[in-house]
């Protein structure tokens, strides 16, 4: 009867230990499948991640695309407008700037000419005075025998001021491009002849060479 029970409780443990050793292999392989799981599932939230990266890259493209042409037609229109009026500011101040030289021109052609000589002015056109009769001299000395010679009176070389157009402003403009002689706009030289060319536009300027050559007779 003992041999029996000793047997019997045998038996009954069997089962626990098989059910044990069958846990621990279904966690083993749960454990093993779990691994490969995270494994995939790191690749594709790697994939994701590369995927998204190319998309933010293109998305950038076509934004930056988009963006970029309609501003630059914007930039284009704005530089456009801004030459166009710095031209007509420009066009603006020449011609104030011409205007003030006629007015003072004639400001000055109405000023005394001893005043126009000590500014170093623009002279006015000079009335022939009236010539007074000459006072009679004493009577010479015995000793000289021979008269004295009449002073020559001293012909004036003939400014840029003479010519008509030309009053002040434009002649401090001229002296800074190097035109400082009649003559250097009656017969220019190569670089008279350019510096010239930047007063082209200046009114009356087809006038100066016959003008100037008619100053110096030529």
């Given at each position: ?11 009954s443990?069997?089962p ?12 083993k ?12 599932l790191?690749g ?16 950038n493209k076509s934004?930056e695309k988009?963006i970029?042409k309609p ?5 284009d ?7 166009d009026q710095?031209k ?13 030289s ?17 500014l ?5 056109p ?7 009769p ?6 010479v ?7 004295p ?11 840029i ?14 002296a ?5 002689e009649?003559?250097?706009?009656a017969?220019?030289s190569?670089?008279?002849q350019?510096?010239l ?8 300027y ?6 100037a ?6």
């Amino acid at each position: 009867m003992a041999k029996k029970a000793k047997s019997g409780s045998k038996s009954s443990a069997s089962p626990v230990e098989t059910l044990k050793g069958k846990g621990q292999a279904l966690v083993k392989d749960i454990n093993t499948k779990l691994k490969g799981t995270r494994k995939e599932l790191q690749g594709q939230v790697n994939d994701l991640n590369k995927q998204i990266k190319t998309l933010q890259k293109d998305l950038n493209k076509s934004v930056e695309k988009d963006i970029k042409k309609p501003t630059m037609k914007l930039i284009d229109k704005l530089e456009k407008n801004y030459q166009d009026q710095m031209k007509k500011m420009q066009k603006e101040f020449d011609e104030r700037v011409e205007s003030l030289s006629a007015l003072q021109d004639r400001l000055i052609s109405h000023l005394p000419q001893e005043v126009i000589d000590k500014l170093h002015l623009k002279e006015a056109p000079k009335k022939t005075p009236a010539r007074k009769p000459a006072a009679k001299k004493a009577p010479v000395a015995a000793r000289k025998t021979a008269a004295p010679k009449p002073n020559k009176p001293k012909t004036r070389a003939p400014k840029i001021s003479d010519i008509k157009g030309i009053g002040p402003v434009l002649q401090k403009k001229l002296a800074e491009a190097g035109i400082k002689e009649v003559s250097d706009i009656a017969s220019p030289s190569a670089a008279n002849q350019k510096a010239l060319e930047e007063f082209k536009q200046t009114r009356g300027y087809e006038t100066w060479q016959s003008q100037a050559r008619e100053l110096l007779g030529k």
